[in-house]
C-alpha cells in the first residue's frame, strides 16, 4: 500500500496557511511573537494545547455529512477520528494508519481488495474497532436517506467480513488499482457502530470515533469555538497525542487569520489562496505548502446553452489570459495555470499547455457562432460573493463583450446558494470552481467522468472516460502518465473547463509549533503536532 506514486510534491517555504487558530485556552494555547525561525520538523513536547482556524463552523460532527476537505471539515474529521489510510503529498503514496494495510488481491485485476484493521484500537465508547465497524460506516454511506456527501465512493462495492474479524474483504464492480486512494479521501473516518445504531442525528453533536482527540461535555459551543481534549485510550498509547487539548475557531478572511498567526494570538491555519500566502510569506511565520494539481478554474455547462457547443467553450478560453486574471484577480501573487496538471508532478506532460489567450482565434470563433454578430448571445456567469471574484467577472465581461453579439451576464450569491445553483444544468453557462488533487484518483476522476455524481458540469467524453479508466486501473507511473497525456489532449480540445490559476494549498504555523505534516489535500496529521520545547 505505500508504494510510491510521484503525483503531488511539497514545497516547504514561508507561505501562508490555511489554519490559524483562536484560543480557548488564552495562556496555554495560543502562541506568542517570537523572533525564532518556525520549523514545521521536530519531536513536540508532551502536553499544551493549540488553537487552529478554519473558514467556518461546523455543521455536523458525524463522518457523514461533512465535507472532508481540508478547507472544509477535514481537520475536525481526522481529530476526531483518524483516519483509515492517507495519502503522502510529498512522496504520492498512501500510508496505513488505523488500517494496517489495503491491497489489491493477485490476480483480481484489481477488482477484490483486502483492508485489516490494526488490533487493538477501540473507539471512545469503548466499541472494538473491527472490519465489521468499517463496514457498517460504508454501507451508512451508501444509503440515500443518510445524504452522505461520500456516497459517490460507495457506488459499485461490495463488502463482506474476510477470514477474521478484522480483515474486509471489498469486491468492486470496475478494476481500480487506485482504490486505496478513493478511501484515503472518501472513506477513512470511522465512526463507532454502536453510536452509529443510536442515531446519525445524536452522533451528529457527540462524536464517537477513535481519533487522537474526543468531544468532552460542553466543548462545542456553536458559532464560536470547539475544544477537543486527548483521547486517553488512544490506540498509540498514552503518549500520543502530544497536545492536551485543540481548539478549533473560525475566520472567514485569510489574510485575517495569518495576522492572527503572525502576532501569537492563534497557532495554526489552512489557506488556499494566492493572496494569503503571499502575506504569509511576508510575515515570516511558519508555512508548509503542498503543490496540488487543479486550482481555480472556470466550469462549463455542457448539457444545455450556449456552452453546450464546444466552439463557444473554446471562443470564450481563447479571448480570456491567466497571466491578465493573475494581475487584475491575484495583485500578481499566484501562478497561473498551464493546464489541469500541476507541471511539477510526474504524471504531467510539461509539453502540453491548455490553449488561451488567442483573442484571434476567438473572434473566428465568435463569429462563427453568432453569424457575425447577427445572432446574439448571452452568457451566464455564476460566482459566489467575493471581492476578488467580482473582480473576475468584471474582467470577463469586459473582454467578452469586445466580441460583437457577446453579452455577458455576471451572477453573485452566498456560498450555499451559489452551491445550489451550480449543480443545477441549464441554472448556469460558465461557473467558477475549484479543484484540489494530490492525484488524479479519486478527485478528477469523480470531476470528469460520465455518470459520476461529482461531475463538474454534466459532461460526457468517450475519449475522456477511456483516459481516466486507463489511469485509474494501473499503479506504473509509464502507463498513469500516458493515460494522463491522453486525458490533457482531449480536454485541450473539448474544453470543459479551464484552470487558470494553480492550486494553492499551504499550512501555517506560529514559531511555537512543530511536528506539522499535512495529508491528502492539506488536513494536518493531529497525532504528531504539538508545542515546541
Not at 39 to 45: L, N, V
Not at 325 to 332: D, E
Not at 482 to 507: C, F, I, K, S
Request: hydrophobic share 40%; with cysteine; charged share 20%.
Amino acid at each position: 500500500m505505500a508504494h510510491a506514486r510521484p503525483f503531488a510534491l511539497r514545497a516547504r517555504r514561508r507561505t501562508a496557511a490555511v489554519v490559524a487558530t483562536l484560543g480557548l485556552l488564552a495562556a496555554a494555547g495560543c502562541g506568542s511573537e517570537s523572533s525564532e525561525t518556525p520549523s514545521a520538523a521536530g519531536t513536540p513536547i508532551a502536553g499544551g494545547s493549540l488553537e487552529i482556524l478554519t473558514t467556518a463552523d461546523a455543521r455536523s460532527l458525524d463522518p457523514f455529512l461533512p465535507a472532508y476537505a481540508a478547507q472544509a471539515d477535514g481537520n475536525r474529521m481526522s481529530a476526531l477520528y483518524d483516519s483509515l489510510v492517507w495519502t503522502n503529498p510529498t512522496t504520492g503514496s498512501v500510508q496505513p494508519q488505523l488500517a494496517e494495510s489495503l491491497a489489491p488481491v493477485e490476480g483480481s485485476n484489481n477488482r477484490v481488495w483486502v483492508l485489516r484493521v490494526r488490533p487493538g484500537v477501540r473507539f471512545t465508547d469503548g466499541t472494538v474497532m473491527d472490519a465489521a465497524a468499517v463496514k457498517i460506516n460504508w454501507d451508512t454511506h451508501a444509503v440515500p436517506t443518510t445524504k452522505s456527501r461520500q456516497r459517490d465512493a460507495t457506488v459499485g462495492i461490495r463488502t463482506q467480513i474476510g477470514a477474521d474479524a478484522l480483515e474486509l474483504r471489498i469486491t468492486l464492480d470496475k478494476p481500480n488499482g487506485n482504490f486505496d486512494r478513493l478511501v484515503a479521501r472518501s472513506l477513512s473516518f470511522i465512526a463507532s457502530p454502536t453510536a452509529i445504531a443510536k442515531g446519525i442525528d445524536q452522533l451528529a453533536d457527540h462524536p464517537v470515533g477513535a481519533g487522537p482527540f474526543m468531544l468532552p461535555e460542553g466543548g462545542w459551543v456553536k458559532g464560536d469555538h470547539m475544544t477537543l481534549v486527548k483521547n486517553p485510550n488512544y490506540w498509540q498509547g498514552r503518549d500520543k497525542p502530544f497536545l492536551n487539548s485543540l481548539t478549533f475557531r473560525f475566520e472567514t478572511s485569510g489574510s485575517a487569520a495569518v495576522k492572527k498567526v503572525e502576532k501569537g494570538k492563534v497557532d495554526l491555519a489552512n489557506v488556499s489562496d494566492a493572496f494569503t500566502l503571499k502575506a504569509a510569506r511576508a510575515a515570516g511565520i511558519g508555512i508548509e505548502a503542498l503543490s496540488l494539481s487543479g486550482g481555480q478554474l472556470l466550469s462549463f455547462d455542457t448539457s444545455a446553452g450556449p456552452t453546450a457547443n464546444p466552439d463557444v467553450r473554446r471562443a470564450i478560453v481563447y479571448a480570456l489570459s491567466g497571466e491578465e486574471i493573475n494581475k487584475r484577480v491575484f495583485g500578481g501573487a499566484g501562478t497561473p495555470a498551464r493546464g489541469l496538471f500541476n507541471q511539477n508532478n510526474a504524471l504531467a506532460n510539461p509539453q502540453l499547455s491548455a490553449p488561451e489567450n488567442k483573442p484571434q482565434q476567438a473572434a473566428e470563433l465568435f463569429d462563427k457562432v453568432t453569424a457575425s454578430g447577427s445572432k446574439p448571445m448571452r452568457i451566464k456567469f455564476i460566482a459566489p460573493k467575493s471581492g476578488a471574484i467580482d473582480e473576475l467577472g468584471r474582467y470577463m465581461k469586459e473582454t467578452l463583450e469586445k466580441y460583437p453579439g457577446i453579452g455577458v451576464d455576471v451572477e453573485t450569491a452566498d456560498l450555499a446558494e451559489f452551491v445550489k445553483r451550480s449543480n443545477l444544468a441549464e441554472a448556469f453557462d460558465v461557473k467558477v470552481s475549484q479543484l484540489l488533487a494530490d492525484d488524479p484518483e479519486p478527485a478528477v476522476y469523480q470531476y470528469l467522468h460520465k455518470g459520476s455524481p461529482s461531475n463538474c458540469c454534466f459532461y460526457s467524453d468517450d475519449d475522456v472516460d477511456k483516459a481516466l479508466d486507463d489511469g485509474r486501473n494501473t499503479t506504473d507511473p509509464s502507463k498513469r502518465r500516458a493515460a494522463y497525456t491522453q486525458l490533457q489532449l482531449q480536454l485541450n480540445r473539448d474544453m470543459p473547463l479551464w484552470v487558470y490559476q494553480e492550486a494553492v494549498v499551504a499550512g501555517v504555523f506560529a514559531s511555537g509549533v512543530t511536528g506539522v505534516q499535512l495529508s491528502n489535500d492539506g488536513i494536518f496529521l493531529f497525532d504528531r503536532i504539538g508545542k515546541k520545547g
